[in-house]
């Protein structure tokens, strides 16, 4: 993956968890600007720092470049519950989705 891909990507996400880039620098113990360095292609994260940014945005490394998924937290909680449901509930909760899909 590029680094403007890797930067948009990164921007894309952080977004979708509405926190700043300032806001996640600081929660990832970094300095005020580390985010916005890399998401403006100034710098490139260690592979130990990437594992921490999926970590404070609650996904696997998989997810991060899966440019398809535009919400992979949302898609993984969605995942799990429905783990939880019974055979009738799955069945109806696929007829929905087919009928989102159709359309």
């Known amino acids: 993956m590029e680094t403007k891909v890797f930067a948009a990507r990164l921007a894309q996400l952080r977004i979708r968890k509405g926190v700043s880039a300032r806001e996640m ?3 990832l113990g970094q300095n ?4 916005n ?3 403006t292609g100034r710098a490139f994260p260690s592979m130990v720092n990437f594992f921490y940014i999926c970590e404070y945005l609650n996904i ?5 470049f899966n440019l398809q998924s535009t919400d992979p937290s949302k898609f993984k909680l969605l995942i799990n519950n429905l783990r939880r449901l019974d055979v009738k509930q799955l069945t109806a909760i696929s007829a ?3 009928s989102f899909l159709a359309e």
């Open 96 to 98: 929905l989705v087919d």
């Open 32 to 35: 005020a600007g580390y985010i």
């Open 25 to 27: 620098s600081l929660a």
């Open 37 to 39: 360095s890399i998401e």
């Open 60 to 64: 696997e490394p998989a997810d991060f």
